[in-house]
């Protein structure tokens, strides 16, 4: 990230935190529950989330890039208000319209704090967590706000850093150079399923809304 910065490229991360979410929950003695790939949030879960995304894992990562001799800053959606969220409404097959507590998606992004700090040769961090009209905290899924901050900074590559090798099929082989209606048949016949559907669709969406590129790559490889 830091060596993309200095060859001139501007590197913007967005980052998640489930595993720490769920480390902290079980802590308190709470269990995670997911519906379609999004975490079901109470009031207090998003106090968790609110101080792991924001507090924990932002500060985590801000800390890292600046020790290689980056400049980090630090932000979440909540700061400026420049991640506007409203309620997310998900559908089952059950049901369509599950409310599922404060998870939000995006409203309107203001790129204007985070092109303010480009300009200022920093890398910004975000914490993907958004703001109500009545000034409420939303959980946004990290892949959901990459897609749309990356189509608001008209940037020119996306990429999903995932603990799979990326978008596979039944047999477990890596599939490249994907389709919008491919990818359409994919989830229909349920060979993409859970945490794989929001990064899938927001890597369409970003393609689709001006996005150059977008790749969904395996983060665990060196």
Do not use: W
């Amino acid at each position: 990230v830091v060596l993309l910065k200095l060859v001139g490229i501007h590197p913007v991360i967005v980052h998640g935190g489930g595993p720490q979410i769920n480390e902290m929950l079980e802590k308190i003695g709470k269990k995670g529950e997911f519906v379609q790939g999004m975490r079901v949030t109470d009031g207090e879960t998003m106090d968790i989330v609110e101080m792991v995304l924001g507090g924990h894992v932002n500060k985590e990562i801000v800390s890292l890039i600046n020790l290689h001799g980056g400049r980090a800053v630090g932000v979440t959606g909540r700061d400026n208000h420049f991640i506007k969220a409203k309620k997310l409404l998900v559908d089952t097959p059950e049901q369509t319209g599950v409310d599922i507590g404060q998870v939000g998606t995006v409203e309107s992004i203001d790129v204007r704090l985070i092109e303010g700090l480009i300009e200022r040769g920093c890398i910004p961090v975000v914490a993907p967590i958004g703001v109500g009209e009545k000034g409420e905290a939303f959980n946004i899924n990290a892949d959901l706000v990459a897609g749309k901050l990356a189509e608001e900074l008209n940037a020119e590559k996306l990429l999903m850093m995932t603990n799979i090798a990326g978008v596979m099929d039944k047999e477990g082989n890596l599939l490249t150079n994907l389709t919008p209606s491919r990818i359409g048949e994919l989830i229909a016949d349920g060979t993409l399923y859970g945490g794989m559907l929001p990064k899938i669709s927001s890597a369409v969406e970003a393609a689709s809304n001006g996005v150059k590129a977008t790749h969904i790559i395996d983060g665990r490889l060196p």
